[in-house]
């Protein structure tokens, strides 16, 4: 096809992200855990033969651009594709981000439909019947975050010091071929989690998910032709990366510095462990280094590149919106002009064996900080001031009455930062998590906890000409003996004001005993509670914006 008509490039545009939405509305509906279910914590995003991401539901801005590094990697692993294959993967250090983040990717075949998971009734139909496999025309792929995969605590985000302690590591892996599911692999996965029956119905609702973003490309292509959908994909790429690199084209060069840190937890207090990013922004490109940021650390706060590009990502992304010629569509073309480096092993390039759990869920959050604080420089009317920071990550589980095992995730909203136009947003969730809160509801009929307090924590965000969100206070009490995990951050560095605006509060979390006394505790812990125990997380404020 010769070029793209406007027109048709916009409707396709809508096309392919509706497909991703439609997934992740199945996902949701589908799916067992009130993780999934409730909080929407999964992506699910559309990518073309050579792995490039085409469109990506509105869902997690941390799986930007590790979702196509988990592509990349199973497209290293096979070149044996064939219409009903299912691939599964985890490993940070081979395209995952942490151990509970499970990736789904399955090929789509326009060609011959054959046995591509929309059209196959069952799992029952004999190798014989499966075509010649031919190469894949596109790929679809889900990550849902899995509230538990084993490791060392439950809800597996533990105080870990290597990755072996973070659950079951999965390299990418066949979990179906040509539609048959490989149930020795299966077992072995489920046999290594504490609640196998949840993970198995979150592992198909991700394949149901799948079975409907076939069903709608391959509509497309019964409409419209294989030629024509492939074509446009390829032209949406290429129009995401033209407008990113006029937006980019519109900010000043130069080369901008600056450096936060993250509170790395010790037996003799907290050490303050510095990242630190040097942003270069050179005409229609930019680049992101990191040199200077800290080894990696004996703690799970480490984060492979992808974790690091993801955030990155997200700030380009985040800045560029509606810039250029209009509003971007979500794809790898966004990144083509981004360009991040670390250098390896240090806190957010780690290498193997080095623990991840937190480093997707905290460090994350702070390379956004340092690379909005080194863009604030050089574009003061558009970056807010510091959000909360963390996600205030808050990991349950133990035995019921009835002696079954059970685990909880869930992470915590806080402070938006102040921003040029306005106030912060209260009680959000900021920047790399976008997920919902759990409902009292809901975390009551499913798990032995109650919910005693959960409200705004008036006046935590900074003051200034506007002033940053209020953090949460949510109290949890304990019906029976639960191991409890937190990993937050923001609680001695409080995240800061820009332009003259005040810092927002840094949070707190504490525990009342059940006789009534209470005991602050560290941003990282990991304890085992008595029946009647409270915990108390008071997450915290944005900065303030202007004097």
């Keep these: 096809m010769p070029s793209a008509d406007p027109i048709t490039l916009e409707l396709y545009r809508h096309r392919f992200a ?41 869902h997690i801005p941390v ?43 399955s090929p789509v075949f326009l060609e011959d439909r054959g046995l591509g998971i929309g059209d196959r009734g069952s799992d029952t139909t004999s190798q014989s019947q499966v075509p010649s496999p031919q190469s894949p025309s596109f790929f679809i792929a889900s990550r849902a975050h899995h509230a538990d995969v084993g490791g060392m605590s439950p809800g597996s985000l533990p105080l870990s010091t290597e990755i072996y302690q973070e659950g079951i590591i999965i390299p990418p892996v066949k979990v179906y071929k040509a539609g048959q599911a490989v149930e020795g692999v299966l077992a072995l996965i489920l046999r290594n989690v504490r609640t196998p029956d949840e993970r198995q119905g979150d592992l ?30 390829g032209y949406l790429l290429d129009y995401s990366e033209r407008l990113t690199r006029a937006a980019i084209r519109g900010w000043p060069d130069d080369v901008y510095t600056f450096e936060d840190v993250i509170e790395f937890v010790q037996p003799e207090g907290v050490a303050l462990t510095p990242i630190r990013v040097t942003a270069t922004i050179a005409g229609e490109t930019i680049a992101f ?66 623990a991840v759990a937190g480093g997707n869920v905290e460090t994350s959050q702070r390379v956004t900080d340092v690379v909005l604080g080194a863009l604030a420089q050089a574009l003061p009317d558009r970056v807010a001031a510091a959000g909360q920071g963390t996600m205030n990550n808050c990991t349950m589980g133990g035995k019921r009455a009835d002696g079954s095992s059970w685990a909880y995730y869930e992470t915590l909203g806080g402070g938006m930062g ?90 707190r979390n504490t525990l009342i005993h059940p006789d009534g006394r209470e005991e602050e505790l560290p941003g990282k812990f990991s304890r085992r509670l008595a029946a009647g125990s409270r915990l108390r997380i008071e997450t915290p404020g944005g900065g303030g914006w202007g004097e």
Excluded at 304 to 309: E, H, K
Aim: with cysteine; net charge negative.
């Design 289 to 354: 280094d990191f040199t200077g940021t800290a080894d990696a650390i004996h703690a799970s706060l480490n984060a492979p590149l992808a974790v690091t590009q993801s955030a990155c990502y997200y700030v380009v992304r985040a800045l560029t919106e509606g810039g250029g010629d209009g509003e971007i569509p979500v794809n790898s073309g966004c990144f083509a002009p981004v360009t991040v480096t670390a250098p390896l092993g240090c806190l957010v390039n780690a290498q193997p064996p080095s």
């Design 418 to 507: 102040a921003h040029p136009d306005g106030d912060g947003l209260s009680g959000a969730h900021v920047h790399m998590s976008n997920t919902l809160n759990t409902p009292v509801e809901a975390l009551e009929m499913a798990y032995p906890l109650r919910l005693v307090r959960y409200e705004l924590r008036r006046g935590s965000g900074g003051s200034g000409k506007h002033r940053g969100g209020d953090g949460l206070l949510r109290e949890y009490e304990l019906l029976g003996e639960t191991t409890v995990t937190v990993l937050s951050e923001r609680r001695v560095v409080a995240p800061w004001g820009l332009a003259g605006g005040k810092s927002g509060a840094a949070g």
């Design 18 to 58: 509706g497909i991703a939405e439609e997934m992740g509305v199945t996902l949701r509906r589908t799916s067992y855990s009130p993780n999934i279910k409730e909080r929407l914590d999964y992506s699910c995003a559309l990518f073309d033969s050579d792995g490039r991401m085409v469109a990506q539901a509105a």
């Design 63 to 105: 799986h930007l651009g590790a979702m196509p590094a988990s592509v990349a990697a199973a497209l290293a692993a096979f070149d044996d594709w064939s219409p009903g294959d299912v691939v599964l993967l985890n490993d940070p250090y081979a395209g995952g981000s942490h151990l509970p983040d499970i990736t789904m990717i």
């Design 204 to 233: 198909a609702a991700q394949r149901a998910a799948h079975a409907v973003g076939e069903a709608r490309l391959l509509e497309l292509v019964e409409r419209f032709g294989g030629e024509e959908v492939r074509a446009y994909a």
